[in-house]
C-alpha cells in the first residue's frame, strides 16, 4: 500500500452542500465493509445518545381536558404504539461532516477530529472512510425508497431548554411520531455532541417489527480510506489493500499525520488557489 506524503483527493466543497462524508470505525469494521461492499443501518436503540436510545415512559403522557378512563386508557396505548414503532421502524447511519468554513480551518474538517479518532477509531489504530456524499444519498435512496421514508440531513445541536422542546412531544398522545413533520426530533442532539459534527441518513420503515441491522450497498460511494496515526502498517496493510480491491480498485488510501502542517486532502498551493477564487467572488 503506497501513503502519498501530499494526498491530492480533492475533499474542497465549492458550494453550501459538502462534497464528502466520514465515518471513522475500527480497523476490522473497516475491512468488514469493504469485503462485503455493505454498510450497517442500526437501530435507534443502538445509538450513543440516551435520548434515542432510551424508551419514554407512558407515565409521562399529557392528556387535554378530563377525559375518562377509557379515554385515557386508549390514549396510553396509542402512546406505547408510537413509541415501539419508532424503536422498530427507524435505521441510521451515522458520519462526519466538514465544518464551514471548511477550507480554511484544519481543525473542523471532517476527517481531522482527534476525539473521534480516539472514540470511534480504536485510539487512532483505526481508519477514516471518506464518501462521496451525493452518490450515497443517491444509492440510499435508490435502495430504501420504494420501502420507506428516507432522509439525509445534518443534525442540528442545541441547549437543553431547546432539546426539552423537541422532547415534549413524546409526552402528549400522537398517531405517529415518524411522518414527515415530526421526523426533526431525530435530526437534534445535545451540545455536547457538538464536536461530531454528525450528517445522517435516516431511514423510516414502519413494515420492520424488529430492531436489527439493515444492510446498505456502498461499493459505488465510498472513495477514500485515511488510516489512523497509530495505524500498523507492518500487520494490516496487506489486508486492508486486499479488502479495497475486493471492494473497489478506486478507493485512495491516505495515511493521517497530525505533524503535517498542511490539509492533507489539499496541497498548499491548491488550498491558495482555492481560497483566492472564493475571496475573488465574495
Given at each position: 500500500m503506497?501513503?502519498?506524503?501530499?494526498?491530492d483527493?480533492?475533499?474542497?466543497?465549492?458550494?453550501d452542500?459538502?462534497r464528502y462524508?466520514?465515518h471513522?470505525t475500527?480497523f476490522?469494521?473497516?475491512?468488514?465493509i469493504?469485503?462485503?461492499g455493505k454498510?450497517?443501518?442500526r437501530?435507534l436503540?443502538?445509538m450513543n445518545?440516551?435520548?434515542?436510545?432510551?424508551?419514554?415512559?407512558t407515565s409521562?403522557?399529557?392528556?387535554?381536558?378530563n377525559?375518562?378512563?377509557q379515554e385515557?386508557?386508549d390514549?396510553v396505548?396509542k402512546?406505547?404504539?408510537?413509541?415501539?414503532e419508532r424503536?422498530?421502524?427507524?435505521r441510521i447511519?451515522?458520519f462526519s461532516?466538514?465544518?464551514?468554513p471548511?477550507?480554511?480551518i484544519l481543525?473542523?474538517?471532517g476527517?481531522?477530529?482527534?476525539s473521534?479518532?480516539?472514540?470511534y477509531?480504536?485510539s487512532?489504530a483505526?481508519?477514516c472512510l471518506i464518501?462521496?456524499?451525493k452518490?450515497?444519498?443517491?444509492?440510499?435512496?435508490?435502495t430504501?425508497?420504494a420501502?420507506g421514508?428516507?432522509?439525509?440531513r445534518?443534525?442540528?445541536y442545541?441547549?437543553e431548554?431547546?432539546l426539552?422542546?423537541?422532547e415534549?412531544?413524546?409526552?402528549?398522545?400522537?398517531?405517529?411520531y415518524l411522518?414527515?413533520k415530526?421526523v426533526?426530533h431525530?435530526?437534534?442532539?445535545?451540545?455536547c455532541?457538538?464536536?461530531?459534527?454528525e450528517?445522517?441518513?435516516?431511514?423510516?420503515n414502519?413494515?420492520?417489527?424488529?430492531?436489527t441491522?439493515?444492510?446498505?450497498?456502498i461499493?459505488?460511494?465510498?472513495?477514500g480510506i485515511?488510516?489512523?496515526?497509530?495505524?500498523d502498517?507492518?500487520?494490516?496493510?496487506a489486508?486492508?489493500?486486499?479488502?479495497?480491491?475486493?471492494?473497489?480498485?478506486?478507493?485512495?488510501?491516505f495515511?493521517?499525520d497530525y505533524?503535517?502542517?498542511?490539509?492533507?486532502?489539499y496541497?498548499r498551493a491548491e488550498?491558495?488557489?482555492?481560497?483566492?477564487?472564493t475571496?475573488?467572488?465574495l
Amino acid at each position: 500500500m503506497i501513503y502519498p506524503k501530499k494526498l491530492d483527493l480533492n475533499a474542497y466543497n465549492t458550494d453550501d452542500a459538502p462534497r464528502y462524508l466520514y465515518h471513522y470505525t475500527k480497523f476490522s469494521s473497516a475491512v468488514n465493509i469493504l469485503k462485503t461492499g455493505k454498510f450497517l443501518l442500526r437501530a435507534l436503540e443502538k445509538m450513543n445518545d440516551p435520548h434515542e436510545y432510551r424508551l419514554r415512559q407512558t407515565s409521562g403522557v399529557v392528556f387535554d381536558g378530563n377525559p375518562s378512563f377509557q379515554e385515557c386508557a386508549d390514549i396510553v396505548h396509542k402512546h406505547d404504539d408510537a413509541i415501539a414503532e419508532r424503536k422498530n421502524a427507524v435505521r441510521i447511519a451515522s458520519f462526519s461532516i466538514d465544518k464551514k468554513p471548511h477550507w480554511c480551518i484544519l481543525s473542523e474538517r471532517g476527517w481531522n477530529r482527534m476525539s473521534m479518532w480516539t472514540y470511534y477509531a480504536e485510539s487512532h489504530a483505526g481508519v477514516c472512510l471518506i464518501f462521496n456524499r451525493k452518490q450515497l444519498e443517491k444509492d440510499f435512496k435508490n435502495t430504501f425508497g420504494a420501502v420507506g421514508q428516507c432522509y439525509c440531513r445534518q443534525i442540528q445541536y442545541v441547549n437543553e431548554c431547546e432539546l426539552n422542546q423537541y422532547e415534549e412531544m413524546f409526552w402528549k398522545p400522537n398517531n405517529s411520531y415518524l411522518d414527515e413533520k415530526n421526523v426533526d426530533h431525530l435530526f437534534v442532539k445535545a451540545n455536547c455532541y457538538a464536536p461530531e459534527q454528525e450528517y445522517r441518513l435516516l431511514l423510516v420503515n414502519k413494515d420492520l417489527k424488529e430492531s436489527t441491522d439493515i444492510e446498505f450497498p456502498i461499493r459505488n460511494c465510498i472513495c477514500g480510506i485515511i488510516t489512523g496515526d497509530k495505524f500498523d502498517k507492518s500487520k494490516n496493510a496487506a489486508e486492508l489493500q486486499t479488502a479495497i480491491e475486493t471492494c473497489n480498485k478506486d478507493i485512495r488510501t491516505f495515511e493521517m499525520d497530525y505533524n503535517m502542517p498542511d490539509d492533507p486532502l489539499y496541497s498548499r498551493a491548491e488550498r491558495t488557489e482555492f481560497i483566492n477564487e472564493t475571496l475573488k467572488n465574495l
